[in-house]
């Protein structure tokens, strides 16, 4: 969505008009879910971190001033929603219960066996991501699957860019490592 | 992938392994990466270690974006007319 349409769509939500709202809610909703399913590993899950996105942002409409982008804005409610959410799951009850439906990308290549191999690619990197500790998960989903910039991931996280990049360091080194399906120490220069 | 190096080499390796993810990203000052490449061409082991480390980063990259469900959408909807409603009927109440 343009910028200029953006900006008249929340000015007319902020007056009350509900319609502009979902339009913002349509061009927006993937990215939030797409971070909260990458995040939690669950749909249900990122179904409430989707719903707790927008009504924030319904309820705090005069409140959000525009000095960053609105993607960037949910993003960072998003996220936030969601690392609570794991908090939460850790005291009770484990997270990622349905890895297999978080992995549900749609694939682009009719083989069959290209079609199992990419599943299967794509369900041991869902998984190595969620093995991650949940704040280089958060960095590793925005920067790299959501293709944020760096400073853009640094100010929806709260981070300095020197601490998103050293945790992108750490999240893009530990899946290498998973990946490679190896845990020698000595694995890394 | 083992490292072959000794001590003082494995060491220089180590301090190059924590500038690849900005190397990779394009987001080293030309000086750096200059020394980056240097090492890369004399080090087989730093090659082997940012190629997988590259790799890495363009499968998951591929992991891309999710589409919403249509029934987790029409719940957003329904969630989001419901705090609508519940706004307007508090501010009623407060005038």
């Known amino acids: 969505m343009n910028p200029d349409k953006e900006k008249d769509l929340l000015a007319a939500a902020r007056s009350g008009d509900r319609r502009s709202f979902e339009q913002l809610v349509r061009s927006h909703q993937s990215h939030v879910y797409s971070l909260a399913l990458r995040m939690l590993g669950d749909p249900a899950d990122a179904e409430d971190v989707l719903q707790e996105t927008f009504i924030a942002l319904y309820q705090n409409l005069g409140r959000f001033q525009e000095r960053s982008r609105l993607s960037t804005y949910l993003y960072r409610l998003a996220a936030n929603f969601a690392l609570m959410k794991l908090r939460h799951l850790r005291t009770h009850g484990g997270p990622g219960r349905d890895l297999a439906a978080a992995a549900e990308i749609p694939d682009l290549r009719p083989s069959p066996l290209e079609h199992a191999v990419r599943r299967e690619l794509r369900d041991r990197l869902q998984q190595a991501l969620l093995r991650l500790p949940p704040d280089e998960r958060a960095v590793l989903v925005l920067r790299d699957v959501e293709g944020l910039g760096g400073r853009e991931t640094a100010q929806a996280l709260k981070l300095s860019l020197p601490a998103m990049k050293s945790r992108l360091h750490r999240g893009r080194e530990a899946l290498r490592r998973m990946m490679l399906d190896r845990t020698d120490p000595e694995d890394s220069p | ?95």
């Not at chain 2, 924590?18 to 750096?32: I, K, T």
């Not at chain 2, 029934?71 to 007319?81: D, G, K, P, W, Y």
């Open chain 2, 1 to 95: 992938m083992s490292t072959k190096h000794d001590r003082a080499g494995s060491h220089h390796c180590r301090r190059m392994a924590a500038v690849f993810s900005d190397y990779l990203d394009r987001d080293l000052r030309e000086a750096a990466c200059r020394k980056v490449d240097e090492h890369l061409k004399r080090c087989p082991d730093c090659r082997l270690y940012l190629d997988t480390l590259s790799r890495t980063i363009t499968l998951y990259r591929g992991l891309g974006g999710v589409r919403v469900p249509k029934n987790v959408e029409s719940r957003l909807f329904a969630t989001i007319r419901l705090a609508a409603a519940k706004k307007k009927q508090t501010k009623r109440t407060i005038r």
